[in-house]
């Protein structure tokens, strides 16, 4: 069984750049979700992705996007980067559809993007 | 608001020694309840989780949590912790929304 896995590993961007995260779900799962983990902070929900739409989204602003794809991969793209997007940006995949095991989320190593 | 507490920012325990890591929640309805634990450098991964029934759940490594809806608490146990229990552990909440709701984390650090 493969796991969780996300790319690149680490991220350095200047302020006002764009960004593109890469995350491949573990096998057999057909949901992703995005978590924004600040330096100290618990992880935060940016927004999950089923069946290649968005669904569910956190307190995050629209230049966070995501893109889900037919093998159940997704994209998390951050536009005009501040500063405080400075974090460890953590993917996790989970099954829907298969009753209460569906809320279990597995998450790959994150990425750790830095903007200066 | 939906709101997950960790009183405890920092525990220091000796090998061998017992653990207990509270874990707090605010909620309208008993949601599911999870601990992951976090590694330097790594991702999270899931120790135990809670939906309903026994309110004692078992874990991976030993772990062990009690829920305890009077006090709306899930406190996470092991009898004797290793030193490569080091690291840092959260609690999290999901009201069946599939959308997990984090504290703010506890980091162990085991004495020799």
């Known amino acids: 069984e493969t796991g969780v896995t996300q790319s690149p590993t680490h991220l350095i961007k200047t302020r006002g750049q764009q960004v593109t995260l890469r995350c491949s779900s573990q096998?057999?799962?057909?949901?992703v979700s995005w978590y924004q983990q600040a330096l100290g902070q618990g992880p935060q929900f940016i927004f999950q992705y089923y069946r290649e739409e968005e669904n569910g989204r956190g307190n995050f602003p629209p230049r966070f996007s995501g893109l889900q794809f037919p093998n159940y991969s997704s994209e998390l793209n951050v536009n005009a980067l501040e500063l405080d997007d400075s974090a460890l940006y953590l993917c996790?995949?989970?099954?829907?559809?298969?009753?209460?095991?569906?809320?279990?989320?597995?998450f790959g190593p994150g990425t750790r993007l830095t903007v200066t | 608001a939906q709101s997950v507490t960790q009183p405890d920012i920092h525990i220091t325990v000796s090998e061998g020694a017992s653990l207990e890591l509270r874990c707090n929640y605010s909620?309208?309805?008993?949601?599911?309840l999870f601990w992951y634990v976090q590694s330097p450098g790594q991702g999270l991964q899931l120790l135990l989780k809670y939906f309903s029934g026994d309110t004692l759940v078992q874990g991976i490594k030993g772990f062990e949590a009690e829920f305890k809806r009077s006090q709306s608490s899930f406190n996470l146990r092991k009898p004797s912790v290793h030193w490569s229990d080091a690291a840092e552990y959260f609690c999290?909440?999901?009201?069946?929304?599939?959308?997990?709701?984090f504290g703010t984390g506890t980091l162990l650090a085991v004495q020799p």
């Open positions: 996790a995949s989970s099954s829907q559809g298969t009753g209460l095991s569906a809320y279990e989320q597995y």
């Open positions: 096998s057999g799962h057909n949901t």
């Open positions: 999290a909440v999901d009201g069946a929304t599939n959308k997990l709701i």
């Open positions: 909620y309208g309805a008993t949601p599911y």
